[in-house]
């Protein structure tokens, strides 16, 4: 199961779409992947995270982006850690807003709900992310965020770095 998530993530991380476009003006679709490392009540039984992010964003006025955003993300379980627990992965749907407030700096979040995978025990809960993105060409951004999501057994959280692809 984990070669085959690591797979998944691989694809949404690397894939290249051959149309040209400029990350801050023409851009509806993009595509993120992030790695992190579990912060709060989370940091005890999870060594990191990783998350790939689709997202559609319209641009409502100049230096202002509004859309939706569908991601994945695994938490890994600690090894050897006492008691054991299961790796935790969720289905975030989630309203995302960005803004450009310098030339190559943008800022944002998303807010919405994740939806839990696994275990079987997780039922999701509500998902939040701040991000802020440096733009590095007109194509490649890195981020640097903050996830969230408040579950009903167990809060997850986690600091990560990623890159964003504008498709």
Do not use: W
């Not at 379980?77 to 969720?90: L, N, T, W, Y």
């Amino acid at each position: 199961m984990k070669k085959i998530l690591c797979i998944v993530f691989l694809v949404f991380a690397f894939s290249i779409h051959a149309q040209n476009a400029d990350f801050n003006q023409n851009s509806n679709f993009n595509i993120e992947a992030n790695i992190g490392y579990t912060v709060g009540d989370s940091s005890g039984k999870y060594s990191f995270a990783t998350t790939a992010s689709g997202y559609y964003l319209k641009e409502v006025f100049d230096g202002s982006k509004f859309g939706g955003s569908i991601s994945y993300v695994y938490y890994f379980a600690k090894e050897g850690g006492a008691p054991a627990v299961d790796s935790a992965s969720f289905f975030p749907f989630s309203f995302a807003a960005r803004f450009e407030i310098l030339n190559d700096v943008t800022f944002g979040g998303d807010i919405g709900y994740a939806f839990g995978i696994t275990p079987s025990v997780n039922k999701g809960g509500v998902f939040h992310r701040v991000m802020i993105g440096y733009d590095i060409n007109d194509r490649i951004q890195f981020t640097v965020s903050t996830f969230g999501i408040a579950a009903k057994t167990n809060g997850f959280s986690n600091f990560s770095f990623g890159l964003m692809l504008a498709l």
